[in-house]
């Protein structure tokens, strides 16, 4: 008796792993029990084949899957509408899938699976899910919804047609847990434990099995701000004994240090003395958008996001310490559309909102940036003056235009995404002494590669670029040797080699690590974790954890 395990992606072998696209298969023999850890797009292995915008077409989608092994070869949890159309036969599943928490190497594959089948999530994660769903459209991120594509239905002509909007519409069979408390996954029982990662939701678990309780990390750190959360989780795994232990070692490869508000400190730096300052961040890494917001306080600018973000923002309403959508040092950027700005009186103004998604067009009323009180309007009460007579930043939810940016560029910090980025250089014209920063990894892919430098070349293009120069905060990730190619303030959602160290430290010497989501498992072996008993899951490869006899 035992549990059997089989990573169908992130693990690879002994001498390289694989960053990311979690899909581990458990399989209690004892109590028939079987869950799926994650169902993530491999990142690496998808942009071998594919890049974006381009993807499998529906039709096809999962018999490319099972020739390029970018998912489980697992038929039985697949959308019945896909298998149908390819003339294969559903079945049913007994299958769950436990979700550690909301990143697309993580449940980028959940679009694919079929909608009855139980997931188990926290709370923040299925909201964030949701959002990401309706930001991109009801067929593409289908995380909360399941949207049939290819079932036919009589129409009242009598007719055969696809069905499509509501009748389509399924939502998944998601059940959202409460953290430490138990909650079953088919008959074993799991407790949720919260961990500092770079999205709130993420959870790390206790699985109780058949040969005893199993550990299992999700993506985790020590150095963001919820720190006392793995520490927690370490403990528990401590306290309960658990000799059973999933870890990921997602950048156990190379050294990086620095916290979240460091980086606050860092990009406060880098903008003094600038006039306007961009800036490109992970778009849900909420953390991330929390110290943009610090620091552009700090600077004494405004924060200007974009409406998807500020969606994420309103959702929360200030949880977990993000900015309310009415603080005064943030706004949200409202872009010309095709059929004129938003504040040309000429233009009606159902044929300008008619431009903008229907999410967006909540951010048209909201209050213009206004920047002096020596021109402001007597009705405008709430604008506050400084002591030199100018605005102070503006109370109640304030949108900003790229003109407004163009105008005063020293007021702002600016989110600028590369697929925004010419559209908002062309409009902005940005002046002297203006600066770029990326706050995300440096590329470690080829597509990342030609992505960077299409930024450069803009950036060059448009007088921004600053040339080669050492890492700014923190010096790890340095592919060029040594040399970063823009400025590069960014904090990793990981632990790094020293403190994957010191929690093992902690662990007795019959605690065995099952090493998944790394690049290079023998940082684990060798160094980390040497002292303890260490697997290395190699993908498609199945290996059974065996029942530990309880001690005396």
Same mark, same amino acid.
């Given at each position: 008796? !035992?549990?059997?395990?089989?990573?169908?992606?992130?693990?690879?072998?002994?001498?390289? !792993?694989?960053?990311?696209?979690?899909?581990?298969?458990?399989?209690?023999?004892?109590?028939?029990?079987?869950?799926?850890?994650?169902?993530?797009?491999? %990142?690496?292995?998808?942009?071998?084949?594919?890049?974006?915008?381009?993807?499998?077409?529906?039709?096809?989608?999962?018999?490319?899957?099972?020739?390029?092994?970018?998912?489980? %070869?697992?038929?039985?949890?697949?959308?019945?509408?896909? @298998?149908?159309?390819?003339?294969?036969?559903?079945?049913?599943?007994?299958?769950?899938?436990?979700?550690?928490?909301?990143?697309?190497?993580?449940?980028?594959?959940?679009?694919?699976?079929?909608?009855?089948?139980?997931?188990?999530?926290?709370?923040?994660?299925?909201?964030?899910?949701?959002?990401?769903?309706?930001?991109?459209?009801?067929?593409?991120?289908?995380?909360?919804?399941?949207?049939?594509?290819?079932?036919?239905?009589?129409?009242? !002509?009598?007719?055969?047609? $696809?069905?499509?909007?509501?009748?389509?519409?399924?939502?998944?069979?998601? =059940?959202?847990?409460?953290? $430490?408390?138990?909650?079953?996954?088919?008959?074993?029982? *799991?407790?949720? &434990?919260?961990?500092?990662?770079?999205?709130?939701?993420?959870?790390?678990?206790?699985?109780?099995?058949?040969?005893?309780?199993?550990?299992?990390?999700?993506?985790?750190?020590?150095?963001?701000?919820?720190?006392?959360?793995?520490?927690?989780?370490?403990?528990?795994?401590?306290?309960?004994?658990?000799?059973?232990?999933?870890?990921?070692?997602?950048?156990?490869?190379?050294?990086?240090?620095?916290?979240?508000? =460091?980086?606050?400190?860092?990009?406060?730096?880098?903008?003094?003395?600038?006039?306007?300052?961009?800036?490109?961040?992970?778009?849900?890494?909420?953390?991330? @958008?929390?110290?943009?917001?610090?620091?552009?306080?700090?600077?004494?600018?405004?924060?200007?996001?974009?409406?998807?973000?500020?969606?994420?923002?309103?959702?929360?309403?200030?949880?977990?310490?993000? %900015?309310?959508?009415?603080?005064?040092?943030?706004?949200?950027?409202?872009?010309?559309?095709?059929?004129?700005?938003?504040?040309?009186?000429?233009?009606?103004?159902?044929?300008?909102?008619?431009?903008?998604?229907?999410?967006?067009?909540?951010?048209?009323?909201?209050?213009?940036?206004?920047?002096?009180?020596?021109?402001?309007?007597?009705?405008?009460?709430?604008?506050?003056?400084?002591?030199?007579?100018?605005? *102070?930043?503006?109370?109640?939810? =304030?949108?900003?235009?790229?003109?407004?940016?163009?105008?005063?560029?020293?007021?702002?910090?600016?989110?600028?995404?590369?697929?925004?980025?010419?559209?908002?250089?062309?409009?902005?014209? %940005?002046?002297?002494?203006?600066?770029?920063?990326?706050?995300?990894?440096?590329?470690?892919?080829?597509?990342?590669?030609?992505?960077?430098?299409?930024?450069?070349?803009?950036?060059?293009?448009?007088?921004?670029?600053?040339?080669?120069?050492?890492?700014?905060?923190?010096?790890?990730?340095?592919?060029?040797?040594?040399?970063?190619?823009?400025?590069?303030? /960014?904090?990793?959602?990981?632990?790094?080699?020293?403190?994957?160290?010191?929690?093992?430290?902690?662990?007795?010497?019959?605690?065995?690590?099952?090493?998944?989501?790394?690049? &290079?498992?023998?940082?684990?072996?060798?160094?980390?974790?040497?002292?303890?008993?260490?697997?290395?899951?190699?993908?498609?490869?199945?290996?059974?954890? /065996?029942?530990?006899?309880?001690?005396?």
């Amino acid at each position: 008796m !035992g549990v059997e395990c089989i990573f169908y992606g992130g693990a690879g072998d002994e001498d390289k !792993g694989e960053l990311g696209g979690v899909q581990g298969l458990f399989h209690d023999t004892e109590t028939g029990s079987r869950f799926l850890l994650d169902f993530g797009q491999r %990142p690496d292995h998808w942009n071998e084949f594919y890049g974006f915008p381009y993807r499998p077409k529906s039709f096809n989608h999962l018999q490319i899957a099972e020739l390029l092994e970018m998912y489980a %070869p697992l038929r039985e949890v697949m959308r019945q509408d896909y @298998l149908r159309k390819m003339g294969w036969t559903p079945s049913k599943t007994d299958l769950e899938l436990l979700v550690t928490h909301p990143h697309y190497d993580h449940i980028g594959g959940v679009h694919l699976l079929r909608p009855d089948m139980k997931i188990h999530m926290h709370k923040t994660a299925k909201m964030i899910m949701y959002i990401w769903q309706q930001l991109s459209g009801r067929t593409n991120n289908q995380f909360v919804d399941f949207v049939d594509q290819f079932t036919l239905a009589n129409k009242l !002509g009598g007719d055969e047609a $696809y069905v499509k909007g509501l009748k389509a519409t399924i939502s998944r069979d998601i =059940q959202t847990f409460e953290p $430490y408390k138990p909650f079953k996954v088919g008959e074993l029982t *799991a407790t949720a &434990y919260p961990v500092d990662h770079s999205i709130p939701g993420s959870c790390a678990f206790i699985v109780e099995t058949s040969a005893g309780k199993i550990g299992i990390s999700g993506d985790i750190r020590m150095r963001g701000r919820d720190r006392k959360l793995t520490e927690r989780f370490v403990a528990a795994l401590k306290e309960q004994r658990v000799k059973h232990i999933f870890w990921e070692g997602s950048l156990m490869h190379f050294d990086h240090e620095g916290t979240e508000d =460091q980086l606050v400190m860092k990009m406060a730096e880098l903008m003094h003395g600038r006039t306007f300052v961009g800036y490109s961040a992970p778009p849900r890494d909420l953390d991330r @958008l929390k110290s943009m917001h610090l620091a552009a306080k700090l600077a004494g600018r405004i924060l200007c996001i974009h409406p998807d973000q500020m969606i994420y923002l309103r959702a929360f309403d200030g949880e977990h310490g993000f %900015p309310k959508t009415d603080d005064p040092h943030l706004a949200v950027i409202m872009t010309q559309k095709n059929k004129g700005n938003l504040d040309n009186e000429d233009v009606p103004r159902d044929i300008i909102e008619a431009d903008y998604r229907y999410w967006e067009r909540q951010f048209i009323n909201w209050k213009k940036w206004v920047d002096s009180v020596k021109k402001r309007d007597p009705r405008q009460l709430e604008l506050i003056a400084d002591e030199e007579g100018m605005g *102070a930043p503006r109370k109640g939810k =304030q949108r900003v235009t790229l003109e407004d940016i163009a105008k005063h560029p020293d007021k702002f910090l600016v989110s600028m995404p590369p697929a925004y980025m010419i559209d908002m250089l062309t409009a902005i014209r %940005p002046p002297r002494r203006s600066r770029y920063i990326r706050s995300h990894p440096a590329p470690w892919t080829k597509d990342m590669e030609v992505s960077e430098d299409r930024i450069i070349n803009a950036l060059i293009r448009f007088g921004v670029y600053e040339e080669e120069f050492k890492g700014d905060f923190p010096d790890h990730l340095t592919p060029h040797r040594g040399v970063y190619r823009l400025h590069t303030v /960014h904090v990793t959602g990981h632990n790094n080699r020293r403190e994957n160290k010191e929690i093992f430290a902690q662990f007795d010497p019959d605690v065995t690590i099952y090493v998944y989501h790394c690049m &290079y498992p023998k940082d684990f072996t060798e160094d980390v974790a040497k002292h303890l008993n260490v697997v290395v899951p190699i993908r498609n490869m199945p290996f059974t954890i /065996h029942n530990t006899p309880k001690a005396a």
